[in-house]
């Protein structure tokens, strides 16, 4: 039994391989980690510095976490300037650009159908100087990087402070939304804060900005230590209490953790099994997903799969292109044989001596969560 899980799971003791991007920045990060002054909140600004993460101002943000403001001031706060700059199509400049942009594409098209998707083409002055305000597609990325950064310094076990930080998101989703461009123009409707006529209800931008802090985390541009894993942790526990409370459809980001921790095999040219922290790193915020948010994934399963049929049986030990639902390319398959599988494999970490106590419950817990859910077909 052991030597099988070693096989699925290959783990080492070993100092993680650094890639070359990260190595100058290591004696910097083990500055940090040494630095007994620092608490792990500190210990996590520190390091987004260093590793030049997506985090945006959260001045506000700590003050309402802190009880200094409420969410109403808040989020009035946060909003307003967004509001003033969605309005007025960044003072004037985001039309401008959008019939710079009009005129390069018209050319592609016969007069009618350039008519049809650019409009007329119209004479817009180029704005001054006085107009070169902050636009609302930078203030958005700023805001919600604010947010995602706050997440991570927040214990995913502590419910209440994520929860509060929540209520501000949803303060912010609550919000009348700000009168559209008096003077919007076909072209202004191909840029994307524009399109869709909303700004709050949908939350615009969030899902992108949440998707490019992705790519900061251990498996694409970040490191491993504990610090770093926290966030990690906590960034994921966020994602699955937004999709768990309807505010954000993030299950992508849960799908995501589940394929990485279940599914993958270890990575393809590294020098040794990947490291132990890796692996519980993995393992820790695929359960976190299923432990927050399994409801709201497990009601995204599909009951007649054409492709995966529910009584497909799959054998434990394969990884991704000899996985079936694999095939899919154009979306993620919630079928009831993937389930199935990630039972079985949170029951196969549950059991994995080479996994921490820790590590272990949380497996276990998830795969009593998925069992569950499979036990009320």
Excluded at 41 to 60: H, N, P, Q
Excluded at 169 to 194: C, G, V
Excluded at 201 to 208: F, K, Q
Excluded at 279 to 289: E, F, H, K, L
């Amino acid at each position: 039994m052991a030597e099988n899980l070693l096989n699925m799971s290959p783990i080492s003791d070993e100092p993680e391989f650094v890639p070359a991007h990260l190595k100058k920045q290591q004696g910097e990060i083990d500055r940090i980690i040494q630095d007994n002054t620092l608490d792990e909140s500190a210990k996590i600004d520190a390091i987004a510095e260093t590793r030049y993460w997506f985090r945006g101002d959260t001045t506000v943000i700590d003050a309402f976490l802190a009880d200094e403001i409420d969410a109403a001031t808040a989020a009035e706060t946060l909003a307003k300037p967004i509001d003033a700059a969605y309005s007025s199509a960044d003072y004037g400049r985001a039309l401008y650009s959008a019939e710079l942009t009009a005129r390069a594409q018209r050319v592609f098209h016969s007069p009618e159908k350039a008519l049809e998707l650019w409009g007329p083409e119209e004479d817009i002055p180029e704005p001054g100087p006085e107009n070169d305000l902050p636009k609302c597609e930078h203030q958005l990325w700023d805001l919600w990087s604010g947010f995602i950064h706050a997440s991570k310094r927040i214990p995913w076990t502590d419910t209440a402070r994520q929860t509060k930080l929540l209520t501000l998101i949803q303060a912010l989703k609550a919000r009348p939304e700000p009168p559209f461009p008096e003077r919007a123009s076909i072209p202004l409707l191909h840029n994307w804060i524009w399109e869709s006529r909303t700004l709050w209800s949908d939350l615009n931008l969030i899902g992108p900005s949440s998707r490019e802090a992705w790519s900061d985390c251990g498996d694409c541009n970040g490191g491993w230590t504990e610090p770093e894993q926290s966030a990690y942790r906590n960034f994921n526990a966020f994602l699955a209490r937004m999709l768990a409370t309807g505010t954000m459809e993030s299950d992508t980001f849960g799908a995501w953790s589940l394929r990485s921790a279940l599914e993958f095999a270890p990575e393809s040219g590294r020098p040794r099994p990947r490291p132990r922290v890796q692996v519980r790193s993995q393992v820790q915020i695929a359960a976190i997903w299923v432990l927050i948010a399994g409801e709201q994934l497990w009601a995204l399963r599909l009951e007649d799969d054409e492709i995966v049929p529910p009584d497909t049986q799959v054998d434990l030990e394969a990884r991704e292109e000899k996985l079936p639902w694999s095939i899919r390319r154009d979306g993620i398959i919630w079928c009831t044989a993937r389930w199935r599988f990630w039972r079985g494999r949170f029951e196969q970490e549950a059991g994995n001596e080479e996994l921490d106590e820790e590590t272990r419950e949380m497996a276990k817990k998830a795969g009593e969560i998925i069992g569950g859910f499979l036990e009320s077909l």
